[in-house]
């Protein structure tokens, strides 16, 4: 053994000899191994003092052998602090009867026949105890109807902290008055959905029967934040239990409930919506718990399991900052969570085997994403839909998810109230302390099967007969309050008499009852949903400000070192552009459009890959010190005492999350113009999902608006079959704009093709001043962003200025015009220079800078222009079966009565083809066929 390790071990040695008899810290077992790796710094960092030269360092045999065994001790502790979960009663299911060969004490020496010294290292121990002692009390604390994993946390004050948290439990008393509100909560829960089942027996309605305590742990959870002084909690939920919730904590109307499942709609006839399936249903509402108040908001949720979550992650930022909690903060102490907390349900084979939970776990620590730690919930069934539980992963349990981040999980058993309610308290304290993400695995099972329209007992015929053979929580629960002399059963019985004569009365009110529609409130207030008809929206802004903030944009402090190369091309260059007032490029609009709209009083958050750089290194709102990694945002710095604030977030690797996050700050924050760039048009399709269920109908489902923008980066340049297509095809085709009548901005969103930096400019200026918000998806630029033809002048962007749906060509003769070609996006550039080339001078090249809504109005005025026309045309880079052409034809044809032809690709089943030689050649022919006569 060489002298090194010989030096380390004696550290060690040394360390634990101290950690055995010290005062200040009683758990050496769990800060062991962090010991061994640190080495020479374990003495410094526990303890602040030197360790001593080695040779120095001596013990008596007597006390190194004492030392040896109250090791082993240690040892035997810290297996039950690892591995007691793993026999722990909190499976209501069945006995948790592993053998687990860690809880042996014979692999640590140890035997009943001896005394051993545990002073201070397990509650309620004796300093002296006996083996069997000893192990009784690690069984009562590790192995109840709660077990918990925390020996991973990073560090040892969370580690130290839990372990006396959880041996705490044991002595916490439950009160009376919270014995007897959790007994009455679930058989008001029992109530309601047997109440369900006599008046909608063929409705869905996800019961929670079986899950019943789910309900105790909400209560203690509301409560446990409310006692904190946290003011806002925002929640998702899957379906699970999710009406009982709603009517029974979150005073969801019945009668409104009840009209749904009668098939009538949950808002007036006078709004809107197309609406959503009854367990979508949501409700926000201000809850008075013991004297302390807690406003409860429940987010919509799709189908789409824990995609909600990260939705809801963003939304809690977004309240965060406006109550100016953390890094919004002026108060160096405030951290992110002191107000406001978030609330996420999960279903147990949802969590996982849902790729998005990984997603946003992953950046629940990352900055611009934190909000000060998440509590969850699984609703564990053991059984996915028909799939038993230990099928739908590959884990020990449905929560293992949460050790990718060193976040601990508490497992409890659902059939105990009780423990239950000390599981939530223990995950509140925790989260409060540590403001880290805290699970907790509730144990249940499913009453009847995924639905209440399905029969379990076909695939599941084995725990179904443990299922049936059971009573349900709620009585059982009852029954033992009655036993003690808790509750009486005439008690038992006016709670369910009192709350089915309620549900009964409402019930009754379902015919004469006409629900409310409650949006555009609070900070929403003002805005309008969109009309029906196009509105121009003046987004032009004086030239002498446009001037004042681009120069800002590129002022940097002295004593900051920025790159040489970005002083020449980002500094000078932009502030020559500026005084000549012409030849603006791309991200020079951008950081006008951004500085106008901060100096308005509008935040402005700009998340994705490297957006601070830009993928094309075209933008560089960012700067970074050469010397020292510093980073400066000049925007930030437009004027004194800024109050708007630009946020750039160069988000991680991720898209579904990313964009579900950003969704969830647009909806809760109005005033913020939230934009999502991808790094490539096509990296959006790893967050499909979220469009489909959230940005493009989140509207129209729950009437709730986003001005979300989406910046797709977008271009046939020869780079492959990735990188290339944004996919307008499909933004387009999930769109509800109309073939048969004009169609204004009541659509779902807006989906534009710019081809100038002063359209972009307007575009994120409307997306703010006007009176509404709608999703705004743009296909961005990438070759045109630095093409000196595709550049604007200062007075295109001047007051009376806005955005253009349709850009006529000026270049061109109307009465010399035979052929009209329309074009949208980057490809209008091509045309152009392939037009000069052919000295054509007979064609007119239109820009549909707007594809929806279609802008049937501005098309038509260009068409009459052309009264010698005979041949009008779309001209696109993409493949037939891809881009706007689909989408355009039947528009042209039914509300501008003219036959277009196809000028393009043919049609491919990959987006781009992969070979240089094919890629000009296809460019070559659909130039021609665009200018063939």
Known sequence: ???????????????????????????????????????????????????????????????????????????????????????????????????????????????????????????????????????????????????????????????EWFANAVEGLKDEVVSTEDRVKAAEDILRSQTYDHFLAAKFPSVKRYGVEGADSMNVFFTEIFKSLAQDEVEQL????????????????????????????????????????????????????????????????MLPNPSHLEAVNPVACGKTRARQSSLGEGCYSSD?????????????????????????????LSISAVPHFTIGGALHIAINNQVGYTTPGERTRSTTYCTDIAKMCSFPVIHVNGDHPEAVMKA????????????????????????????????????????????????????????????????????????????????????SLVDSCVPKAPHLEKQWAGLVQAPGNVEVWDTGVDVT??????????????????????????????LQKLTEGRGLDWATAEAMAFGSLLLQGYNVRLSGQDVGRGTFSQRHCTLIHQDSDETYIPLNHIKDQQEAHFEVVNSILSEEAVLAFEYGMSVES????????????????????????????GEAKWLTQSGLVMVLP???????????????????????????????????????????????????RKQMIRNYRKPLIIAGPKTILRLPAATSDLKEMAPGTHFLPVIGDDSVK??????????????????????????????????????????????????????????????????????????VHPRFENLCSTKLQYAGRDVLGTTAVGVEQRHKSEIQELLNQTFSP
């Open 814 to 887: 109307a009465n010399d015009v035979k052929n009209v070609v329309f074009v949208s996006g980057k490809h209008y550039y091509s045309l152009v220079n392939e037009r000069q080339a052919r000295n054509i001078t007979n064609t007119a090249i239109i820009r549909v800078e707007c594809l929806c809504p279609f802008p049937t109005s501005e098309i038509n005025k260009e068409l009459a222009k052309y009264k010698k026309a005979k041949k009008f045309v779309w001209s696109q880079e993409e493949h037939r079966n891809m881009g706007a052409w689909y989408f």
């Open 424 to 507: 939530a308290r223990l995950a509140v304290r925790y989260q409060r302390k540590f403001r880290r993400d805290v699970f907790v695995d509730l144990l249940c099972w499913r009453r009847l099967g995924h639905n209440e329209l399905d029969n379990p007992h076909f695939t599941n015929p084995g725990m179904y007969a443990v299922i049936d053979a059971r009573r349900s929580t709620p009585d059982t629960y009852a029954d033992s309050l009655v036993e003690e002399g808790v509750m009486t059963q005439e008690q038992v019985m006016k709670t369910i008499e009192d709350y089915t004569t309620y549900l009964a009365s409402q019930f």
């Open 332 to 360: 160096p102490s405030a951290r992110p969570g002191d107000k406001v907390v978030c609330l996420q349900v999960h279903g147990d084979a949802a969590l996982s085997g849902q790729g998005v939970m990984q997603e946003t």
């Open 714 to 764: 977008h271009g046939y340049d020869g780079a492959g079959p990735e990188h290339s297509s944004c996919h307008i095809e499909r933004f387009l085709q999930n769109s509800d704009s109309s073939e048969t009548r004009p169609d204004g901005e009541n659509i779902n969103w807006a989906i534009v093709n710019p081809t100038t930096p002063a359209q972009y400019f307007h575009l994120l």
């Open 1 to 159: 053994m060489n002298s090194h390790l010989i030096h380390q071990l004696r550290i060690l040695r040394r360390c634990l000899d101290h950690l055995g008899v010290s005062k200040g810290l009683h758990r050496p077992v769990l800060c062991s191994s962090v010991l061994w790796r640190r080495g020479y710094h374990a003495w410094d960092e526990v303890y602040g003092c030197k360790e001593q030269t080695p040779t120095s360092f001596t013990l008596p045999a007597d006390v190194v052998q004492r030392r040896a065994k109250e090791g082993n001790v240690y040892r035997f502790i810290q297996a039950y602090q690892k591995y007691g979960h793993l026999t722990a009663d909190i499976n209501p299911l069945q006995s948790n009867i592993r053998n687990v060969t860690e809880l042996d004490p014979h692999l640590y020496g140890l035997s009943g026949d001896k005394m051993y010294n545990v002073e201070g290292l397990v509650a309620g121990c004796p300093e002296q105890c006996t083996l069997q002692q000893l192990q009784d009390i690690l069984e009562s604390h590790y192995c109840g109807h709660i077990g918990t994993e925390f020996a991973y946390l990073p560090t040892l004050e969370e580690r």
């Open 234 to 297: 925002i929640m998702a939920m899957a379906h699970r239990g999710r009406l009982n919730f709603l009517v029974g904590t979150l005073q969801y109307p019945p009668v409104v409930m009840f009209r749904k499942m009668k098939g009538l709609p949950e808002y007036p006839p006078d709004v809107k919506f197309s609406g959503d399936v009854l367990s979508h249903l949501v409700n926000s509402v201000d809850l008075d718990l013991e004297g302390h108040k807690l406003h409860v908001t």
């Open 545 to 574: 400000t446009l001037k004042y903030v681009g120069a800002k944009s590129v002022q940097i402090p002295q004593d900051f070192n920025v790159h040489k190369h970005l002083k020449k091309i980002f500094v000078d260059v932009r």
């Open 670 to 697: 109005p005033n913020t113009l939230c934009i999502w760039e991808a790094q490539f048009g096509d990296f959006y399709n790893g967050a499909q999902i979220m469009i489909d269920t959230y940005v493009s109908s």
